[in-house]
């Protein structure tokens, strides 16, 4: 919309230009005072007089005003020669005067021009787009007219020349002016786009590190504290890839392992002695299953292990080397060997639809069984 805006402005301003009406105006009135004195003083003269005044007499085309001054001053070098033969033409003053008058009219001419195209040009430059731009529009259309009003009006041209220049002074400082304020709006505008910038980089950082901060606590949220394993919530979703494992084709055995008198270790070498039991034999059973396997401290001291791809024997098998390997572990609480035995209860996924809740409790059946049977043991279910 502002660009239209400022496009029709743009036009509206070169046609005044195009017009030069107002220079057309001061021709006229030249060529009238040149009429008076010179019609009468040959035939030759008054027919180019007929010429001008056609000419003047309708509307003139811009490229025509050359023309006509220079028709003018031809008009002007014929009465000065008509002088010299006849001795009884026009006088020699006059004659200087005339010749004068037309050349401050080309002078203005070429005054105007390169102004008023430099004008055109900032106006087109302008930002449309802005209050400002309306208005130094409004400025330089009423300085337009000014000069207009002036040329209409003006009698002697060495005034009109220095109203003219005057009136071009004050265009240039509407447009000096405006490119200041456009200047300080286009440096207003960057610094705003700055802190914008930075804005967005802080809110990018705060983002980063509220993503850390949501995966740090996701991971807690995963994680058992006393012993660094996953904790029930993760093997929860564990088994929920398991199954799918499982319905896959795939195989996988549970182990839950619960370590044997956990009590008695608590109450004998004191609740300390038995979290150092529990990180210790935690640790253990990470080690040995490594990456093949997934272990959880399921709760209190109870650990569970998922043997995935393994079948029932060997996950037993798997189960009873880690018994024996805690039952090796050297324990001491107040200088005193602490004996550390665990049992387990193994059990494998029997088809593809079974739920890993269902598996787990045969493995926590099978792990009382062994508790029954005489713990440091390990029982299939
Ligand atoms: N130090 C310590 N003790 C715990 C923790 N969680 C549970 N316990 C203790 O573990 C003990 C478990 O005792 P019980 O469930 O009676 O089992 P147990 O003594 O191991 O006997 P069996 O399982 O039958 O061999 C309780 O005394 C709990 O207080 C823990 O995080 N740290």
Not at 177 to 191: G, L, P, V
Not at 226 to 254: K, Q, S, Y
Request: charged share 30%; net charge negative.
């Amino acid at each position: 919309m502002w660009e239209r805006k400022y496009h029709l402005a743009l036009e509206r301003m070169e046609r005044d230009e195009r017009d030069f009406r107002l220079v057309e105006d001061a021709l006229r009135k030249l060529a009238t005072r040149l009429a008076t004195l010179a019609r009468g003083q040959g035939e030759d003269v008054d027919r180019w007089l007929d010429r001008v005044g056609e000419q003047l007499g309708g509307t003139v085309a811009p490229e025509r005003v050359d023309v006509l001054l220079d028709q003018l001053s031809a008009i002007v070098a014929a009465l000065d020669t008509r002088r010299d033969v006849a001795g009884d033409g026009v006088d020699t003053e006059t004659v200087a005067a005339l010749r004068e008058d037309i050349a401050r009219l080309q002078g203005l001419l070429a005054d105007l021009g390169a102004p008023l195209r430099d004008m055109l040009r900032l106006v087109a430059d302008a930002d449309a787009g802005s209050d400002d731009g309306r208005v130094l529009d409004a400025s330089v259309s009423a300085e337009v007219r000014a000069i207009g009003e002036q040329l209409a009006a003006a009698t002697d041209l060495a005034e009109l020349r220095a109203q003219v220049s005057e009136r071009l002074t004050m265009i240039d400082r509407h447009f000096g002016e405006h490119r200041e304020r456009e200047e300080a709006r286009m440096s207003a505008y960057r610094d705003r786009a700055r802190r914008m910038r930075d804005r967005v980089e802080e809110l990018e950082v705060q983002a980063t590190s509220l993503q850390d901060s949501l995966r740090r606590e996701h991971a807690l949220a995963l994680t058992d504290p006393l012993t660094g394993l996953p904790n029930r919530l993760a093997w929860e979703r564990r088994m929920a890839d398991v199954e799918g494992d499982i319905r896959a084709g795939g195989r996988a055995c549970i182990a839950a392992f619960d370590i044997d008198h956990f009590k008695t270790i608590n109450d004998t070498f004191g609740h300390a002695a038995g979290d150092a039991v529990l990180r210790i034999v935690g640790g253990t059973l990470a080690r040995e299953v490594g990456e093949a396997a997934f272990v959880a401290r399921y709760g209190g001291e109870e650990f569970v292990v998922a043997f995935p791809g393994l079948s029932t024997d060997a996950a037993l098998a798997r189960a009873q080397a880690l018994c024996v390997i805690v039952e090796g572990l050297a324990f001491h609480a107040s200088g005193r060997p602490v004996k550390v035995t665990m049992s387990g209860g193994i059990a494998c996924f029997g088809f593809a639809t079974e739920s890993g809740g269902s598996v787990f409790d045969r493995a926590d059946r099978a792990l009382y069984a062994a508790k029954r049977e005489g713990r440091n043991r390990c029982v299939v279910l």
